[in-house]
């Protein structure tokens, strides 16, 4: 019985209709979710290049502080020409130095309570600082400091600088 259905053209074009009307949405429905997956945050993966170039043309071979450790592959993709302080999982530098990262947790935090300017230039020996705006503890803190000024600034990062103090 199975063989005279099959020869007949009709009735299997038929079933390969109603086979690939139910396999598209599936498939679809597939490349969404992996879409989805390999897309990320849905943030702009350029959202730091001009920052990351700024910090080539005007700080090449300077270590530079950065707020978030999740913001180094960006910024070193733009710019390998920098030292970033942090650019793997901050477990490491948790294990190597646990009063470092818990100052750089603070500092991030925006709740340190010495010292800013000494902790970035003596304690994280750099005078660039990056971060994003998901950081404006960090941000107050940083503008509220004598001897940091704005270098760059864009609608993604900001850029300070610590000058030489008298």
């Not at 079933?15 to 849905?42: E, M, N, T």
């Not at 502080?65 to 592959?73: E, L, N």
């Amino acid at each position: 019985p199975f063989y005279k259905i099959w020869n007949n053209k009709a009735l299997r074009i038929l079933i390969l209709i109603l086979l690939l009307s139910a396999i598209f949405p599936l498939l679809a429905h597939r490349y969404s979710l992996a879409k989805d997956s390999v897309g990320g945050d849905g943030r702009d993966p350029a959202r730091y290049r001009e920052a990351a170039q700024w910090l080539a043309q005007n700080t090449p071979g300077s270590l530079v502080y950065t707020s978030d450790w999740d913001d180094f592959p960006e910024l070193f993709f733009y710019n390998s020409k920098n030292k970033y302080l942090i650019g793997l999982d901050p477990a490491f530098m948790y294990k190597k130095n646990k009063a470092l990262f818990e100052t750089w947790v603070s500092l991030n935090q925006g709740k340190a309570t010495c010292d800013v300017y000494d902790l970035f230039l003596k304690t994280f020996k750099t005078i660039y600082l990056f971060t994003d705006y998901n950081h404006p503890e960090f941000i107050s803190m940083v503008e509220r400091t004598e001897g940091i000024e704005l270098a760059y600034g864009d609608r993604y990062a900001r850029i300070y600088r610590l000058l030489p103090r008298k």
